[in-house]
């Protein structure tokens, strides 16, 4: 069992940043990928990023070239730098234990973090 706390979400303009953070109760060193999901209101989960114990990352369409995914072994931490932000990023954040690079499968979640993007 893994249990998995997310943190650094809240209110930002649009084209600002917000970093989220993963804290994760076991050594992340030996789990194979770590990723992002996030939930719009009304709307279902997608994947958002993800990234493997060798550091290869995979990302959705909508955030590539504004969100970076990072993790540290050391600390068991995941990481998502959210840059230049809009409207449409707002969402529930989830850090996720997955399966592989990309999005074929969550084996753990996290309870959540609100990032919420004004206009």
């Known amino acids: 069992q893994v249990q998995l706390v997310e943190s650094g979400g809240g209110l930002v303009q649009a084209g600002g940043s917000l970093r989220l953070s993963c804290a994760a109760s076991?050594?992340?060193?030996?789990?194979?990928?770590m990723g992002w999901y996030r939930q719009a209101p009304g709307k279902q989960r997608d994947g958002v990023a993800t990234?493997?114990?060798?550091?290869?990352?995979h990302y959705a369409d909508s955030v590539k070239g504004r969100f970076t995914i990072s993790r540290d072994n050391a600390k068991n931490m995941v990481y998502l730098q959210m840059n230049s932000l809009k409207p449409e990023d707002t969402a529930v954040y989830y850090c996720?234990?997955?399966?592989?690079?990309?999005?074929?499968?969550?084996?753990?979640w996290g309870k959540g973090t609100l990032v919420t993007v004004s206009s």
């Open positions: 996720a234990v997955v399966r592989t690079r990309g999005f074929y499968g969550v084996d753990y």
């Open positions: 990234i493997t114990s060798l550091g290869d990352t």
């Open positions: 076991i050594s992340i060193f030996s789990i194979n990928a």
